[in-house]
């Protein structure tokens, strides 16, 4: 499977190809980024985090200088969709900020395959509650540098992420929805056909 994702990759000619991981502190983004590199995978890497306060207004156009150009494969570990689910929840944008992206985000990804020949896949990996207790309580013990603010409301704001989750799936659809533990395999594939 690598070395078809490979002869893709290097046979992608002038696609654009967006891959956006999403998904609950835990649940595996990192581990599929750390397989590409592993393998040697020809892929731009982009981690945002959270927004500063220069970024909060200006959220989606800030996406438009860093979305894949020609020939390029962008891995994007968290995308503009952290203000669908993340930001809301946990404060860090106001309430009117998150309406106005959940009413235009669709349209800027209709925009970006449009006018910009950007092919965006994108992909929530999922992780079950008790889960992601487990990882997070190993995490605190074994990785404390790892372990940050958001994880440790990570499974208080559980429902509520959730809620937050759907909301984003019925404004911009069409996410390919894998589960944590075989999620490396599921995601490979994705990309493959990305890719293909």
């Known amino acids: 499977m690598i070395d078809i994702l490979k002869q893709n990759i290097q046979n992608l000619g ?3 190809i ?15 980024v750390k397989l590409l590199i592993k393998h040697n995978i020809n892929f731009i890497y982009r981690h945002q985090g959270m927004p ?3 970024r909060m207004k200006k959220w989606l156009s800030d996406y438009e200088r860093i979305m894949p150009k ?3 494969v962008v891995i994007y570990d968290r995308s503009w969709h952290t203000r669908s689910w993340v930001q809301p929840v946990f404060g860090y944008c106001t309430k ?13 990804e209709e925009k970006m395959l449009t006018e910009k020949n950007i ?4 992909n929530w990996i999922s992780i079950s509650k008790a889960r992601q207790t487990e990882v997070l309580e190993r995490r605190k013990i074994f990785k404390p540098y790892k372990y940050s603010p958001s994880d440790a409301l990570a499974i208080d704001y559980f429902d509520a992420i959730t809620d937050a989750k759907e909301k984003m799936f ?5 996410w390919n929805v894998v589960q944590k533990d075989t999620g490396k395999a599921e995601l490979l594939e994705a990309l493959i056909r990305a890719t293909s």
């Not at 959940?102 to 349209?107: F, Q």
């Open 14 to 16: 002038n696609r654009k």
């Open 18 to 32: 967006a891959f956006v991981l999403e998904g609950r502190d835990a649940s595996g983004k990192g581990g599929f």
């Open 52 to 54: 500063t306060k220069t």
């Open 70 to 72: 020609k020939s390029e």
């Open 96 to 108: 009117q900020q998150y309406i106005n992206h959940i009413r235009k985000v669709a349209k800027w």
């Open 119 to 122: 092919e965006i896949y994108k």
């Open 170 to 174: 019925l404004a911009c659809p069409n």
